[in-house]
Nanobody, 116 residues
Framework: QVQLVESGGGLVQAGGSLRLSCAAS????????MGWYRQAPGKQRELVAQ???????NYADSVKDRFTISRDNTKNTVYLQMNSLKPEDTAAYYC??????????WGQGTQVTVSS
């Protein structure tokens, strides 16, 4: 069973940067989509960014040009570099793994708090 472990969250001032990491234990296969989602209190979980096994990326409009998703295949790890953070980026951030024919896997989440 693959598990996802996030790290890198914390408290940062507006305009600052953070880098989140999501490490997958075990083999995740050759066809997959890994992504970051976030959920603020009282709001629905929303997609932030995704990266496919072929390297294609997708971003929510609210984070384009500020966030960058990347991966290190040798470490089974996906990163989310977050720059120019805003208070509205405050949320719990979750890593997600999608694979054909397999139930989605979620990490435990990491909190990001941006102070104004």
């Amino acid at each position: 069973q693959v598990q996802l472990v996030e790290s890198g969250g914390g408290l940062v001032q507006a305009g600052g940067s953070l880098r989140l990491s999501c490490a997958a234990s075990g083999s995740i296969g050759s066809i997959y989509v890994m992504g970051w989602y976030r959920q603020a209190p009282g709001k629905q979980r929303e997609l932030v960014a995704q990266i496919t096994s072929s390297g294609s990326t997708n971003y929510a409009d609210s984070v384009k040009d500020r966030f960058t998703i990347s991966r290190d295949n040798t470490k089974n790890t996906v990163y989310l570099q977050m720059n120019s953070l805003k208070p509205e980026d405050t949320a719990a951030y979750y890593c997600n793994l999608l694979r054909p024919g397999v139930l989605p896997i979620w990490g435990q989440g990491t909190q990001v708090t941006v102070s104004s």
